[in-house]
């Protein structure tokens, strides 16, 4: 290994990122076509629900082959030289799965609206496009202050979503450098497990609750799990929380997607809308990381990072609440 492949590595992840996250857009405006609003809760539930299955299953396979890469038929000559071949395959296996289960999408999805050709300025015409959005908003007012709520406490969601792992590993006492290896990686088996149950709990709750009261209350329980976080120490401890976020993940993640779909005005270009609320989202992610590290390079713990992502939470109740009195 050398610093030149570290580049191109590098390079690769960037437009895998691309590549996810514009998909991203199209797969959540897609939810308005497929669904009628009082069945979209239960739809956005079926489709996280669905995805957390789904990697949790090529997790499974992959991580069964870099750990008994030889009944794999992978043999090296050495358990390094195997473990090593077998990431490979996994990396390999991960696109072969994406391109095999995309058929299905382009082959039953409806086909979109047939805009005009890709030029050069389409990047322009994407901001171009983000703007008008945000002008159409002014005649919405119960959705632009949902956004607002919704960019509050996804920017603590999505922070904590991606520090997970980083905390275990730093914050938490696993005696050795395996068992805490082993035990990462039963916490994010646990969470994709959990959030499915999560995404169709919290479905159903919308059903009898309303969906900002549900999201008020998930809020809440996010709040409490991170101010928890701040004095977990032990494996134990680490899997019970690891629980409780997957739990509420699904489900704040699932039903944030459909409340917004229900707000939306009549329109065709549903691409644009959730273009918008996923760029919202992206820019609280940057946002939301931002603060984490200050924190953490400020008091050397990433506990007091978690807890102040509390604050998040509780001004995304807030702003939720005055969602609901509108």
Same mark, same amino acid.
């Given at each position: 290994?050398?610093?030149?492949?570290?580049?191109?590595?590098?390079?690769?992840?960037?437009?895998? $990122?691309?590549?996810?996250?514009?998909?991203? %857009?199209?797969?959540?405006?897609?939810?308005?076509?497929?669904?009628?609003?009082?069945?979209?809760?239960?739809?956005?539930?079926?489709?996280?629900?669905?995805?957390?299955?789904?990697?949790?299953?090529?997790?499974?396979?992959?991580?069964?082959?870099?750990?008994?890469?030889?009944?794999?038929?992978?043999?090296?000559?050495?358990?390094?030289?195997?473990?090593?071949?077998?990431?490979?395959?996994?990396?390999?296996?991960?696109?072969?799965?994406?391109?095999?289960?995309?058929?299905?999408?382009?082959?039953?999805?409806?086909?979109? %609206?047939?805009?005009?050709? %890709?030029?050069?300025?389409?990047?322009?015409?994407?901001?171009?496009?983000?703007?008008?959005?945000?002008?159409?908003?002014?005649?919405?007012?119960?959705?632009?202050?949902?956004?607002?709520?919704?960019?509050?406490?996804?920017?603590?969601?999505?922070?904590?979503?991606?520090?997970?792992?980083?905390?275990?590993?730093?914050?938490?006492?696993?005696?050795?450098?395996?068992?805490?290896?082993?035990?990462?990686?039963?916490?994010?088996? $646990?969470?994709? $497990?959990?959030?499915?149950?999560?995404?169709?709990?919290?479905?159903?709750?919308?059903?009898?609750?309303?969906?900002?009261?549900?999201?008020?209350?998930?809020?809440?329980?996010?709040?409490?799990?991170?101010?928890?976080?701040?004095? %977990?120490?032990?494996?134990?401890?680490?899997?019970?929380?690891?629980?409780?976020?997957?739990?509420?993940?699904?489900?704040?993640?699932?039903?944030?997607?459909?409340?917004?779909?229900?707000?939306?005005?009549?329109?065709?270009?549903?691409?644009?809308?959730?273009?918008?609320?996923?760029?919202?989202?992206?820019?609280?992610?940057?946002?939301?990381?931002?603060?984490?590290?200050?924190?953490?390079?400020?008091?050397?713990?990433?506990?007091?990072?978690?807890?102040?992502?509390?604050?998040?939470?509780?001004?995304?109740?807030?702003?939720?609440?005055?969602?609901?009195?509108?």
């Amino acid at each position: 290994f050398d610093i030149e492949n570290l580049y191109f590595s590098l390079v690769c992840y960037l437009f895998g $990122l691309i590549g996810f996250w514009g998909s991203l %857009v199209f797969y959540n405006s897609y939810l308005p076509d497929v669904a009628f609003p009082e069945q979209q809760d239960r739809v956005s539930a079926r489709g996280y629900s669905m995805g957390y299955i789904g990697s949790v299953v090529l997790l499974i396979f992959n991580l069964a082959m870099i750990i008994f890469p030889t009944k794999f038929g992978i043999d090296e000559g050495g358990d390094k030289a195997n473990a090593l071949l077998a990431m490979k395959i996994s990396f390999v296996s991960v696109g072969v799965w994406w391109i095999l289960f995309s058929q299905y999408t382009y082959y039953y999805l409806p086909k979109g %609206v047939k805009r005009n050709k %890709v030029t050069g300025d389409v990047v322009l015409n994407g901001f171009r496009e983000l703007r008008k959005v945000w002008g159409q908003m002014s005649h919405n007012p119960t959705l632009k202050k949902y956004l607002s709520a919704f960019f509050v406490y996804s920017m603590a969601v999505q922070t904590v979503m991606l520090v997970a792992t980083y905390f275990g590993a730093e914050e938490i006492e696993w005696g050795s450098e395996d068992a805490k290896s082993m035990g990462l990686i039963v916490s994010i088996l $646990l969470i994709q $497990l959990v959030a499915v149950a999560g995404a169709i709990i919290t479905s159903r709750l919308s059903e009898k609750f309303g969906n900002i009261k549900t999201l008020i209350g998930i809020n809440c329980v996010w709040a409490v799990i991170c101010i928890c976080a701040y004095f %977990v120490t032990l494996p134990i401890q680490f899997y019970i929380t690891a629980g409780f976020v997957g739990l509420v993940m699904g489900g704040i993640q699932s039903l944030s997607r459909s409340t917004y779909s229900k707000l939306l005005p009549e329109t065709n270009d549903t691409a644009s809308y959730f273009s918008f609320y996923d760029v919202t989202e992206k820019i609280g992610i940057v946002i939301g990381m931002a603060i984490y590290g200050g924190i953490d390079q400020y008091f050397g713990s990433m506990r007091y990072s978690i807890i102040f992502l509390t604050a998040f939470f509780l001004l995304g109740i807030f702003l939720l609440i005055k969602v609901l009195k509108k």
